[in-house]
T-cell receptor, first 110, second 114 residues
Framework: SQQGEEDPQALSIQEGENATMNCSYK?????LQWYRQNSGRGLVHLIL?????REKHSGRLRVTLDTSKKSSSLLITASRAADTASYFC??????????FGAGTTVTVRA | KAGVTQTPRYLIKTRGQQVTLSCSPI?????VSWYQQTPGQGLQFLFE???????NKGNFPGRFSGRQFSNSRSEMNVSTLELGDSALYLC?????????????FGSGTRLTVV
């Protein structure tokens, strides 16, 4: 079973616009991570936010975490064509595994 | 430094056969995890190894097994292949447990069972 659920399932934006996707999860977590996947290849780790953190930035990425609502959001600012990919949130619970959501497919139009 | 290396990249097998997939983690990473990705079920955890010990196993039948060697390289084996085993199998390594700094994934092995 999947711990996280991403919303929306798909997102199409114009180059230069911001993209926001959300992730909800069910149980208490140790950390939440976001990954990117291009065309069915391996996942690339984007950012990790721990349960005691509320916001984190990395380049054009901004992640928030609200443990009271069991939700997280990933914002990509000033999107580029290269940001076209699937984005997954994954939760870690100190049990040596990640539980992934179904992912959000982002298409950036030139 | 070299990333996580998975071999082979593509594999076609017949129902009933068995298959072994290999994963070499990033040098110094002692935790290796395996995930199965399918369009229907998404990314599902298979198992995790640390210092040759399996610390967690996902909800998969006993046909799925794995092991880790003293050099941290890992293999997973699927016996008596079924059509439903067709998937992208991803290996990930981490320097900390449990994945405290995030995981580095390989490019995966795409297994097709015919």
């Amino acid at each position: 079973s999947q711990q996280g659920e991403e919303d929306p399932q798909a997102l199409s934006i114009q180059e230069g616009e911001n993209a926001t996707m959300n992730c909800s999860y069910k149980t208490s977590i140790n950390n939440l991570q976001w990954y990117r996947q291009n065309s069915g290849r391996g996942l690339v780790h984007l950012i990790l936010i721990r349960s005691n953190e509320r916001e984190k930035h990395s380049g054009r990425l901004r992640v928030t975490l609200d443990t009271s609502k069991k939700s997280s959001s990933l914002l990509i600012t000033a999107s580029r064509a290269a940001d076209t990919a699937s984005y997954f949130c994954a939760t870690g619970v100190n049990d040596y595994k990640l539980s992934f959501g179904a992912g959000t497919t982002v298409t950036v139009r030139a | 430094k070299a990333g996580v290396t998975q071999t082979p990249r593509y594999l076609i097998k017949t129902r009933g056969q068995q298959v072994t997939l290999s994963c070499s983690p990033i040098s110094g990473h002692r935790s290796v995890s395996w995930y199965q990705q399918t369009p229907g079920q998404g990314l599902q955890f298979l198992f995790e190894y640390f210092s040759e010990t399996q610390r967690n196993k996902g909800n998969f039948p006993g046909r799925f097994s794995g092991r880790q060697f003293s050099n941290s390289r890992s293999e997973m084996n699927v016996s008596t292949l079924e059509l439903g085993d067709s998937a992208l199998y991803l290996c990930a390594s981490s320097s900390k447990s449990p994945g405290g700094d995030g995981y580095t994934f390989g490019s995966g092995t795409r297994l097709t069972v015919v």
